[in-house]
C-alpha cells in the first residue's frame, strides 16, 4: 500500500520559512515524479513545484518561483520543499502527490497545514 506522509506544516509570520517533508512508503519511487500542490478554503487546487526522482528537473508554480525549493532524498524516499519569503497568501493546506508523469499524479498524501499570518 503506498502512502505518502507530509509534515513540517506549522503557524508563521510573514517573511519567515518553513520546510516540508514527504515521505513515501509502499512501493519504489524511481521513475516516478513528486510534487507539492497546495489548496486553500475555497480555492482549486494550486500547483507548487515538482522534481523527478533523479532530482535533476524541477518546475515550480509562478506563484512561488524564486521563492520555494524543491529538493528530494532518494535514499530515504522523502521529498522537501523549502519555504522563504512567506506571505499570507501561500496560507494553505499542502499536498504531496507522486505519479508516473507530471500530469498523472496516482497517489496523495493527507496533507499538512501552513499559516501565515500577517
Known amino acids: 500500500q503506498v502512502q505518502l506522509a507530509e509534515s513540517g506544516g506549522g503557524l508563521v509570520q510573514a517573511g519567515g520559512s518553513l520546510r516540508l517533508s514527504c515521505a513515501g512508503s509502499g512501493r519504489s519511487f524511481s521513475r516516478y515524479y513528486m510534487a507539492w500542490f497546495r489548496q486553500a478554503p475555497g480555492k482549486v487546487r494550486e500547483f507548487v513545484a515538482v522534481?523527478?526522482?533523479?532530482?535533476?528537473?524541477?518546475f515550480y508554480g509562478d506563484s512561488v518561483k524564486d521563492r520555494f525549493t524543491i529538493s528530494i532524498d532518494n535514499a530515504q524516499n522523502t521529498v522537501y520543499l523549502q519555504m522563504g519569503s512567506l506571505k499570507p497568501e501561500d496560507t494553505a493546506r499542502y499536498h504531496c502527490?507522486?505519479?508516473?508523469?507530471?500530469?498523472?499524479?496516482?497517489?496523495w498524501g493527507q496533507g499538512t497545514q501552513v499559516t501565515v499570518s500577517s
Open positions: 522534481i523527478n526522482w533523479s532530482g535533476t528537473a524541477t
Open positions: 502527490a507522486t505519479g508516473p508523469d507530471m500530469t498523472d499524479y496516482k497517489y
